[in-house]
């Protein structure tokens, strides 16, 4: 067994979600979003390169060379699979290891909004899900998608990059499509799979014009399109949708956009107070008259009112939700201080 093994061995052991393999430094674990150096020597640049080139095939070295990163998965059989990036500091060479258990996990074990299942019914229109890196966002999507596989009976095409959780046919049959082996980009992936007859269609992450205009077209014409942001709640998420399009084309996407976004659900994840692991804190928005009426007339620094009076129908903001956290003795008023206004 490799060293690197060894390392991704004990990390899924110990519920860690992130490993760095940074050359200087002794292997660190991320544990509830805390670093924890392990008590060995310090890498050296050799042992990180080493560790790249064991699991890089030659197509992905020579990539790592020309572009000075690169992303994958790997896996341990048995044990777990992990989303990497390997890239160059300082002219050596780190890793960066994401943990994806094997286990797709429920929305319920989640904690997310059950009102997700909900918008999962819906035969066509936007869903997304936001978030600073780190906060879940994938698990997230996996969990409604497999949802999606136990309770319905679709064409599932996914767009990922890496691919993190594997998905079995079910009900559903779903197709996995890794960017940069299976299809060249986000943007030609999701322009190829409206000639696949998917019903839904997951795109890991809506990065740029091409791909935001695709996806709420492919949303317009009869689909139902699932992605991520990585913005910090919903009102930012609709503003930064906006933003990226050209001056004279905003006024119509703004109306496109109240026509197709079926909801938002922006999370980050805090310890939790009483036992090892971390608890998702949501803020939820479920497209009704009200929100369409603000998104056409640009009114979106309104949302957070609308979300705070809508909880009769599912909506809630980040700090309505932490504070509900805090009442459960979830998590502890500590960890949420820098994301709350007034006393708690």
Known sequence: MTKLNELLIKANAIEASDVHMIAGSPPVFRVDGKLIQEAQNKLMPDDTREMARAILNDHLWDKLHENREVDLSYGIPGVSRFRVNIFYQRSAISLAFRVIPREIPTIESLGIPDKLKELAKKP????L???????????????????MNQEMNRHIITLEDPIEYLHSHNKCIIEQREVGFDTLSFKEGLRASLRQDPDVILVGELRDLDTIQTAITAAETGHLVLGTLHTQDAAGTIDRIIDVFPVHQKNQVRTMLANVLLGVMSQRLFPTAEQPGRIAATELLINNPAIKNLIRNEKMHQIPNVLQTSKDKGMHTMEMSMRQLIAQKAISEMDILPYVSGQL
Do not use: N, R
């Open 124 to 127: 066509h229109g936007l869903i």
């Open 129 to 147: 899900i936001t978030g600073p890196t780190g906060s879940g966002k994938s698990t997230s999507l996996a969990a409604i998608i497999d949802y």
